[in-house]
C-alpha cells in the first residue's frame, strides 16, 4: 500500500499544512476553516501551498453520496465559480462526482475528458456520520451490516444517472464494473474513496482540494475563499447561501438545518462506532484532520449513556 505520508508534513505560521516532496505536485491542498465535530485542526485558506492558480479555471466537486456535494455545487453556482456542473461538460459526464478515482480514470480516459485546468474539489465527511446519514439515505448501496462486505448495485446506479450508462459500459465489462464496486465494508469504501483521489494528485494526475463538510458548513465564506484562492480568483465581498434543499433526490434538509445539527453526535450505537473506529485508515483519518481515532468513544457517540455495562 503506498503512503499518503509522502506528501511531507510541514508548518507555516504554526498551522500544519500539507507539501509534496515530488518534483512537479498537481496540487494535494487541505483547506480546512474552522475546528469543529471530529475536526482536529484549522487550516487558514491563505496558507494553500503550491496552488496552481494560473491554470485552473473551473471546478469539479467530488464526494460520496451523502457528503455534501449537492449542497457545494450550489454555493458555487450561486456564487459565481466556475463549475463543471455548470454545463455539459465532458468532464461532468465521465468523472462522475460520486466515482471512486479508478473508475473516473478508465472513464476519463475512455471518453478523452481532460482534467487540464481543472480544481477537483473533493469533499470529506467524518465517517461516523457520513455512515450515520447512508443508514438512513442509502442509495444504491447494498449491505448488510458495517463490517460485511458491501457493493453499489451498478444496474441501479447507471439507470438512476443516465448518461453515464454509455460511459461506463464502453470501457468496462460486468466483471468488472462489480469489482470495481465492491468493497470490503462501508468503511472501506469511505477510506478507499478519498485515498484514490489523494493518491492520484500524488502522482501528477490532478489538481486536489480537499475540503470537509463540516467546515463547509460552519464557515462557508473561508471555504468558497479557499476554492477562489486555489483558482486564482478575486477575494469575494458577499457570500451567498442555498438556503432550501439543494438536491430534488434523496434526503437534503438544507444549509439552515445543516447548521443547526453540525457537531452533534450521530445516531450510531456504541458497537457500531467500535466497529468502524477499529475499521478506519489511519492515514486518511489524519490527511482529512479527524481525530476519530484516539477520541474516547464517550465523546464519539455525545455521552456514556450509549455505553454498555461490561465496556
Known amino acids: 500500500m503506498s503512503h499518503l505520508s509522502g506528501a511531507g508534513r510541514d508548518h507555516v505560521r504554526g498551522c500544519p499544512v500539507v507539501r509534496h516532496g515530488y518534483s512537479r505536485p498537481r496540487g494535494l491542498f487541505l483547506a480546512c476553516g474552522v475546528t469543529m465535530g471530529l ?3 484549522r487550516i487558514r485558506p491563505e496558507l494553500i501551498v503550491e496552488a496552481r492558480a494560473d491554470r485552473l479555471r473551473t471546478a469539479h466537486v467530488i464526494g460520496p ?7 457545494l455545487a450550489a454555493m458555487l453556482d450561486k456564487n459565481g465559480i466556475p463549475h463543471t456542473d455548470d454545463g455539459e461538460s465532458p468532464l461532468r459526464q465521465a468523472a462522475f462526482k460520486h466515482y471512486p478515482y479508478p473508475v473516473a480514470a478508465r472513464a476519463m480516459a475512455a471518453t478523452g475528458a481532460s482534467a487540464d ?3 477537483f474539489v473533493v469533499l470529506l465527511r467524518n465517517p461516523f456520520n457520513w455512515i450515520d446519514a447512508l443508514k438512513r439515505s442509502p442509495y444504491e448501496f447494498v449491505y448488510r451490516d458495517l ?3 458491501c457493493h453499489i448495485d451498478v444496474d441501479l446506479a447507471l439507470n438512476h444517472h443516465q448518461p453515464y450508462r454509455e460511459h461506463l459500459e464502453g470501457v468496462m465489462n460486468e466483471s468488472e464494473l462489480i ?8 468503511v472501506s469504501y469511505w477510506s478507499t474513496f478519498y485515498r484514490g483521489y489523494a493518491e492520484a494528485s500524488m502522482r501528477g494526475e490532478l489538481d486536489v482540494l480537499l475540503l470537509r463538510y463540516e467546515d463547509l458548513v460552519a464557515a462557508p465564506a473561508e471555504c ?6 486555489a483558482m486564482g480568483l478575486e477575494p469575494a465581498t458577499e457570500l451567498v447561501l442555498p438556503l432550501g434543499s439543494a438536491k430534488s433526490h434523496g434526503v437534503s434538509a438544507g444549509y439552515i438545518e445543516a447548521r443547526r ?6 445516531a450510531l450505537g456504541w458497537r457500531e462506532a467500535t466497529q468502524i473506529r477499529s475499521r478506519l485508515d489511519r492515514e486518511v483519518m489524519a490527511m482529512a484532520g479527524y481525530r476519530g481515532l484516539d477520541a474516547p468513544l464517550r465523546w464519539l457517540l455525545g455521552g456514556a449513556s450509549r455505553q454498555p455495562a461490561d465496556a
Do not use: C, E, M
Open 39 to 41: 475536526t482536529g485542526r
Open 65 to 71: 453520496y451523502n457528503s455534501g456535494t449537492n449542497f
Open 117 to 119: 485546468g481543472v480544481l
Open 147 to 149: 463490517v460485511s462486505s
Open 179 to 186: 469489482a470495481a464496486f465492491t468493497f470490503d465494508n462501508l
Open 224 to 229: 468558497l475563499q479557499a476554492i477562489r484562492a
Open 261 to 266: 445539527k453540525l457537531g452533534q453526535p450521530p
